[in-house]
Each structure stands twice: as structure tokens, then as C-alpha cells.
């Protein structure tokens, strides 16, 4: 990679090396479906180091290391991450997520970006499988970096991987978010993506535009914290809409909220039309409006706020659109629909309504489904169909991902349980997460791939404000390099685990 100034930020963080490459991730844009030149500097400077590399037909990028010396025999081991993340700022920040790096600080031991997504998710995961590659005093054996594209945004990398181009059998992920856990099953899902065509009409004469714009929500990765019933930013906002509707001749011009599907919306506006005289009415409703969302929110979303600003606009919706878009946004279920009977803690089946985009000519919206059980998300995400098709509204189904299945069995997870006990004086913890990893579909095309996954912790990933815990970053480095030695090593063969096991208080046959 081309060398530059680490900035000073990153100048005195440890471990050396895996900072360093978190840095330049920072400097270089990766937008999902944008990796190009990330993957493309990346794999220059794989090469310059005497590293096999390659693109596939999927714009995933390999990399494969050789044993070091006497390790040859050992267990290939593949080491997972993707290059994109998910690309939120606060409203009214002028970050550019095509041009601009990301600006972070340190404070009270985290590394943050506050006005953006910061990116931890994944690219700690990739800085520290750079790390690993870049290292000459290291002990391991074969070593494959399998960096996928796209994981954001419908993990079509892992999706498009070929059969047959991994040759290790074993497999670290290095995507998940809590220190001092290991992860052995996630979710699966699929998205439910809704489009209707519209009949715009001319402004009403004597009418005034406003856009009313609900923001100050924590947002939040739409699977890990679903579970904290925080506000949906599109839903309140047309709770809002409709009850104004009832009361005042409202228009609606443009509803827009949210730009990620797996992210909770923190932010929705909307343009509306209502004649002159009305305008005392809308700010004495809005007001109370933001004065019950605040209570009711009081718990987990303290900062929402309804604010509103005069607005131009030359077309409306038609008074039929409004109705059914309004009325069925208004129905569609959103969050936690079953929590986990098997594994208590654990959300099952949910959905995020994540994006939505109105205006006068037609509008979409996207749902994310996700379920650790594949007949919750079908059922849920024909139950969405359904109710959007009641009002004549197409939706269509699509991006299919399979889950993780546990495997409590795996003589990978043994042997990292134990290097964890032993490098850390202490007891480690199992997961099933609610959140979609790239292992479900990796595993579907490798059946006989033994995976595991772990991280640093990580808080707030897909909203702005996202943030790393610096220390906790040393520990996954020196976990996973002690992880390494072990499988190298010959006594780390024929570990096994009984056949029932303990995960988040649950047993798993």
C-alpha cells in the first residue's frame, strides 16, 4: 500500500502494526459495492510482499501465506473480513463518503467517529488478518485471507465465492462485536424490497410547503439491536403524518428515510402541503407530537426531536397514494416478532423497515428480515408481501442468505476456548448472534469448513458515533496470533467437545 503519515490519532495505539492498517482503511472510501480501490491497493501491496493474490469473479480478493518454517503440515486456516462498511453521518455533516477519510478521536479508552460511522465494523477484522500476513515472527501454518465485498449490502462476495477456491479447513471470521465471546451460529434473511408507481398532482393553490424532519434517534445495527425497541425514525415520522392527516388538509410532497437497509433509521423527513392559514395548527401539533414521542421513548431514545422549516415543492402525491402509503408504512410490522425459545436472550425472528423513499411520482421501501429458524423469515417476509399486496403494492422478495447452524462439536472452538483460558486467565462465553455473518453462506458452500468467530468490542456500528475499544483490539490481536501457534502446533489436533453445550445458558445438542 502506498506508504503515508499515520495520523497522529493512531500514533501511539498498540498494537502497532494492526492501528497502522486501520488507519489507511480510514484514509481509502468503502462504500458496499465501492471496494475497487481498497481491494485493488491492498492486493498491490500483498504482491510486493511475495504474497499470492487475486480478484475472483465475485470481486472478492485471496491472499494466501505460506507456513512458516517446520509448519507445513499444519491445518490450513482461513481468516475472514470484508472491506465494506456501512456509511451513516448525522444530519447536517458535509462527510463525504466517496472522497472524504474518516475522522476519528480517542476518548476514555475508545476510538470514535462522531459524526460518521466509523468503520470498526469490519475493518478492525481486515487490519488485523493485514496484520497477520505482514508479520515475519509469527508461528502458524498455511494461511488463506479471504476478503469478501459487499457484506453490507446483500453479501453478494460471499454469496458469488466458488466452490473449491478455499483450501484451508479451518476458519476465523473476524466480524463480530463483543470481546471475550465466541460465535457459532448467526442468523439468516432476505430482504422484502416494496415499489409502487404514483400519479403526481400539481401543488394546491394558497398552499405552503414545510419539511418536518424527526431526528435525534440513537439508531444501531438493525440486528444486534433490535432487541432494545429503539425508536424506527420512518415509522414515527408517518405515525406523525397520518394522525396530521386526519386533522388538517395535508399534502404530502416527499417522505424519505434512512439510505441502509440493516441500519435502524435515526433520521426521516417529509415535505408536506397545507393552505396558509394552517400553519399555527401544524407547529402546535408537531410540538405535541415531539412531546409524547419523547416520553414514550424516554428509556432508549431521550433525544428525538420533530422540527420543521419552511420547504418548496411544485407536485403532490395524489390523495390515493398518500392514503396507501401512509396506511400500509403505518401496518407494517417492524422489530422483535418471536424471541428464541432455545436460546434464552436471543432474538429469532425480527424485521427492520430500514429505508424508505416517497415522492409524487412512486416510492420503495426495504425490509430486512431476519430469523435463526429459515421458516420465521419465509413467514414473516410473506406476511410483509401480503400486507403491502392488500393495497395493490408489488412487493418482491429477494437476497436470500442462510443462517449459521451451531456446531458445538467443533474441534476449532475447543481448541480456541482453550487458548482463550489460557492466555487470559479466564473463562470465555458462547453466542448465537441475530445478525447476519458471512459463515451461513460460506459454510453452506464449504459443508466441511470448522468456523469460529470473534472480535474486538465494538458499540454502535451502522450509526454515527460508532466506536472501538482500543484495548480490547490488542487482546483479538494476541488471541488470534496464540490461536494461530496452536493450530500449528501438533498437540492441537484431536480436540473434541462433548456433545451438549452451554450458550448464553442454553444447552445445544
Given at each position: 500500500?502506498?506508504?503515508?503519515?499515520?495520523?497522529?490519532?493512531?500514533?501511539?495505539?498498540?498494537?502497532?502494526?494492526?492501528?497502522?492498517?486501520?488507519?489507511?482503511?480510514?484514509?481509502?472510501?468503502?462504500?458496499?459495492?465501492?471496494?475497487?480501490?481498497?481491494?485493488?491497493?491492498?492486493?498491490?501491496?500483498?504482491?510486493?510482499?511475495?504474497?499470492?493474490?487475486?480478484?475472483?469473479?465475485?470481486?472478492?480478493?485471496?491472499?494466501?501465506?505460506?507456513?512458516?518454517?517446520?509448519?507445513?503440515?499444519?491445518?490450513?486456516?482461513?481468516?475472514?473480513?470484508?472491506?465494506?462498511?456501512?456509511?451513516?453521518?448525522?444530519?447536517?455533516?458535509?462527510?463525504?463518503?466517496?472522497?472524504?477519510?474518516?475522522?476519528?478521536?480517542?476518548?476514555?479508552?475508545?476510538?470514535?467517529?462522531?459524526?460518521?460511522?466509523?468503520?470498526?465494523?469490519?475493518?478492525?477484522?481486515?487490519?488485523?488478518?493485514?496484520?497477520?500476513?505482514?508479520?515475519?515472527?509469527?508461528?502458524?501454518?498455511?494461511?488463506?485471507?479471504?476478503?469478501?465485498?459487499?457484506?453490507?449490502?446483500?453479501?453478494?462476495?460471499?454469496?458469488?465465492?466458488?466452490?473449491?477456491?478455499?483450501?484451508?479447513?479451518?476458519?476465523?471470521?473476524?466480524?463480530?462485536?463483543?470481546?471475550?465471546?465466541?460465535?457459532?451460529?448467526?442468523?439468516?434473511?432476505?430482504?422484502?424490497?416494496?415499489?409502487?408507481?404514483?400519479?403526481?398532482?400539481?401543488?394546491?393553490?394558497?398552499?405552503?410547503?414545510?419539511?418536518?424532519?424527526?431526528?435525534?434517534l440513537r439508531g444501531g445495527?438493525?440486528?444486534?439491536?433490535?432487541?432494545?425497541?429503539?425508536?424506527?425514525?420512518?415509522?414515527?415520522?408517518?405515525?406523525?403524518?397520518?394522525?396530521?392527516?386526519?386533522?388538517?388538509?395535508?399534502?404530502?410532497?416527499?417522505?424519505?428515510?434512512?439510505?441502509?437497509?440493516?441500519?435502524?433509521?435515526?433520521?426521516?423527513?417529509?415535505?408536506?402541503?397545507?393552505?396558509?392559514?394552517?400553519?399555527?395548527?401544524?407547529?402546535?401539533?408537531?410540538?405535541?407530537?415531539?412531546?409524547?414521542?419523547?416520553?414514550?421513548?424516554?428509556?432508549?431514545?431521550?433525544?428525538?426531536?420533530?422540527?420543521?422549516?419552511?420547504?418548496?415543492?411544485?407536485?403532490?402525491?395524489?390523495?390515493?397514494?398518500?392514503?396507501?402509503?401512509?396506511?400500509?408504512?403505518?401496518?407494517?410490522?417492524?422489530?422483535?416478532?418471536?424471541?428464541?425459545?432455545?436460546?434464552?436472550?436471543?432474538?429469532?425472528?425480527?424485521?427492520?423497515?430500514?429505508?424508505?423513499?416517497?415522492?409524487?411520482?412512486?416510492?420503495?421501501?426495504?425490509?430486512?428480515?431476519?430469523?435463526?429458524?429459515?421458516?420465521?423469515?419465509?413467514?414473516?417476509?410473506?406476511?410483509?408481501?401480503?400486507?403491502?399486496?392488500?393495497?395493490?403494492?408489488?412487493?418482491?422478495?429477494?437476497?436470500?442468505?442462510?443462517?449459521?447452524?451451531?456446531?458445538?462439536?467443533?474441534?476449532?472452538?475447543?481448541?480456541?476456548?482453550?487458548?482463550?483460558?489460557?492466555?487470559?486467565?479466564?473463562?470465555?462465553?458462547?453466542?448465537?448472534?441475530?445478525?447476519?455473518?458471512?459463515?451461513?453462506?460460506?459454510?453452506?458452500?464449504?459443508?466441511?469448513?470448522?468456523?469460529?468467530s470473534f472480535g474486538p468490542?465494538?458499540?454502535?456500528?451502522?450509526?454515527?458515533?460508532?466506536?472501538?475499544?482500543?484495548?480490547?483490539?490488542?487482546h483479538a490481536w494476541h488471541?488470534?496470533?496464540?490461536?494461530?501457534?496452536?493450530?500449528?502446533?501438533?498437540?492441537?489436533?484431536?480436540?473434541?467437545?462433548?456433545?451438549?453445550?452451554?450458550?448464553?445458558?442454553?444447552?445445544?445438542?
Open positions: 500500500m502506498k506508504s503515508a503519515a499515520v495520523a497522529p490519532v493512531f500514533a501511539n495505539l498498540q498494537p502497532t502494526a494492526v492501528w497502522g492498517h486501520f488507519a489507511m482503511l480510514c484514509r481509502i472510501p468503502r462504500r458496499s459495492k465501492e471496494e475497487g480501490p481498497l481491494r485493488d491497493e491492498i492486493r498491490q501491496w500483498a504482491v510486493a510482499r511475495g504474497l499470492a493474490a487475486h480478484v475472483d469473479a465475485a470481486g472478492n480478493l485471496l491472499i494466501r501465506k505460506a507456513a512458516s518454517q517446520g509448519r507445513e503440515g499444519a491445518p490450513g486456516v482461513v481468516l475472514q473480513a470484508h472491506l465494506d462498511m456501512v456509511c451513516e453521518k448525522n444530519a447536517g455533516s458535509e462527510h463525504d463518503f466517496c472522497r472524504d477519510l474518516i475522522r476519528a478521536v480517542v476518548r476514555d479508552g475508545w476510538l470514535i467517529a462522531e459524526d460518521t460511522t466509523l468503520g470498526a465494523d469490519n475493518g478492525i477484522g481486515v487490519a488485523l488478518i493485514l496484520a497477520v500476513l505482514e508479520a515475519r515472527d509469527l508461528v502458524h501454518g498455511p494461511l488463506e485471507a479471504l476478503l469478501t465485498v459487499d457484506e453490507e449490502a446483500g453479501m453478494s462476495g460471499a454469496r458469488g465465492l466458488a466452490g473449491g477456491v478455499l483450501q484451508g479447513r479451518l476458519m476465523l471470521n473476524l466480524d463480530t462485536e463483543e470481546w471475550g465471546e465466541f460465535y457459532l451460529g448467526c442468523a439468516g434473511g432476505l430482504d422484502v424490497n416494496v415499489r409502487r408507481d404514483g400519479q403526481a398532482e400539481p401543488l394546491p393553490p394558497e398552499c405552503t410547503c414545510w419539511r418536518i424532519e424527526l431526528h435525534g445495527h438493525s440486528g444486534v439491536d433490535i432487541h432494545a425497541e429503539r425508536g424506527n425514525a420512518i415509522k414515527l415520522l408517518v405515525r406523525v403524518l397520518r394522525d396530521l392527516e386526519s386533522r388538517l388538509p395535508l399534502c404530502v410532497a416527499a417522505l424519505t428515510g434512512s439510505t441502509a437497509r440493516n441500519a435502524l433509521p435515526r433520521e426521516a423527513s417529509a415535505i408536506v402541503a397545507l393552505p396558509v392559514q394552517q400553519a399555527d395548527a401544524l407547529a402546535a401539533s408537531l410540538a405535541s407530537w415531539e412531546s409524547v414521542l419523547r416520553q414514550e421513548l424516554l428509556d432508549v431514545d431521550p433525544g428525538v426531536r420533530i422540527r420543521f422549516a419552511a420547504a418548496t415543492a411544485e407536485r403532490v402525491m395524489s390523495a390515493d397514494d398518500q392514503a396507501v402509503w401512509l396506511a400500509s408504512l403505518h401496518a407494517a410490522p417492524h422489530g422483535v416478532r418471536r424471541m428464541s425459545r432455545r436460546i434464552p436472550g436471543v432474538v429469532e425472528t425480527s424485521n427492520n423497515l430500514g429505508m424508505a423513499a416517497l415522492s409524487p411520482d412512486g416510492g420503495a421501501c426495504n425490509f430486512l428480515v431476519r430469523s435463526l429458524i429459515e421458516s420465521g423469515s419465509t413467514a414473516l417476509a410473506d406476511e410483509i408481501a401480503s400486507l403491502f399486496a392488500l393495497s395493490g403494492i408489488a412487493a418482491e422478495k429477494s437476497g436470500h442468505y442462510p443462517g449459521w447452524a451451531p456446531n458445538p462439536a467443533s474441534p476449532l472452538l475447543a481448541l480456541c476456548q482453550s487458548v482463550y483460558r489460557r492466555e487470559f486467565a479466564s473463562e470465555s462465553t458462547l453466542q448465537v448472534i441475530h445478525a447476519g455473518l458471512e459463515c451461513g453462506i460460506l459454510a453452506a458452500s464449504y459443508p466441511d469448513l470448522d468456523i469460529v468490542t465494538i458499540r454502535g456500528a451502522h450509526a454515527p458515533g460508532e466506536r472501538v475499544e482500543i484495548a480490547s483490539v490488542g488471541l488470534l496470533t496464540a490461536i494461530l501457534a496452536a493450530i500449528a502446533s501438533a498437540d492441537s489436533q484431536g480436540l473434541c467437545l462433548p456433545t451438549v453445550m452451554t450458550v448464553t445458558g442454553a444447552s445445544i445438542a
